[in-house]
């Protein structure tokens, strides 16, 4: 089982660019969920997908956006960035509230 | 108020000590309370799950959630340098919903 694996590992953008992450879940997990973590704090939710529906979403603007495709992995999509966007993004997937997280993204945008 | 409080103080203790890190929540729907290891530049590693209060123990880790003072612990026994990470407690209602996590607590074992 390979867990969560989420690609690029880091990313450098500049501001005002659009970026993509990519996502898949663990095996037999359905739910993806994305968290911003910015340096020195917890992480933060920045939405949830359940059969390809965004189920919840956190405090994070629509520049923020996702999909989820039917084999369950997943993107997350920043149009755009900010620099204060620049954090590691991580993708969970889980089944009921055990999360298992992936190795994250980190983002820096400059 | 946050929704999980976590005192982000770090915490420096010789091999062999025991740590204790805790946090409290405010939300009294939360039924699930986990433990993350998150090493530098790294995922969060799932340490410890618990549903509803209790103790669980799993080597030299033990969590214990108090439902009733909102207080969610964890300790660890003959703390190793490899233990030396940033400890995250997380949260989340009924159902897949979203974790709640506190900031973290960075953990430092000397040899």
């Known amino acids: 089982d390979a867990g969560v694996t989420q690609s690029p590992t880091h990313l450098i953008k500049t501001r005002g660019q659009q970026v993509t992450l990519r996502c898949s879940p663990k095996?037999?997990?359905?739910?993806v969920s994305w968290y911003q973590q910015a340096l020195g704090q917890g992480p933060q939710f920045i939405f949830q997908?359940?059969?390809?529906?965004?189920?919840q979403r956190g405090n994070f603007p629509d520049r923020f956006s996702g999909h989820q495709f039917p084999n369950y992995s997943s993107e997350l999509n920043v149009n755009a960035l900010l620099l204060g966007d620049s954090a590691l993004y991580l993708c969970?997937?889980?089944?009921?509230?055990?999360?298992?997280f992936g190795q994250g993204t980190r983002l820096t945008v400059v | 108020q946050k929704e999980v409080e976590q005192d982000p103080g770090p915490l420096s203790v010789p091999e062999g000590a025991i740590v204790s890190l805790n946090c409290t929540y405010s939300?009294?729907?939360?039924?699930?309370f986990m433990w993350y290891r998150q090493y530098s530049r790294k995922g969060p590693e799932l340490l410890m799950y618990?549903?509803?209060?209790g103790n669980k123990e799993d080597g030299r880790f033990t969590a214990q959630v108090d439902k009733s003072s909102k207080y969610i612990s964890l300790f660890i026994r003959d703390s190793q340098p490899s233990d030396s990470a940033t400890y995250l407690c997380?949260?989340?209602?009924?159902?897949?919903?979203?974790?709640?996590f506190g900031k973290g607590n960075q953990v430092v074992v000397i040899p």
């Open positions: 939300n009294s729907a939360f039924q699930y």
């Open positions: 997908y359940y059969e390809e529906e965004e189920r």
């Open positions: 095996s037999g997990h359905d739910t």
């Open positions: 618990t549903y509803s209060s």
């Open positions: 997380a949260t989340a209602g009924e159902g897949n919903n979203r974790l709640a």
């Open positions: 969970a997937s889980s089944s009921v509230a055990e999360a298992f």
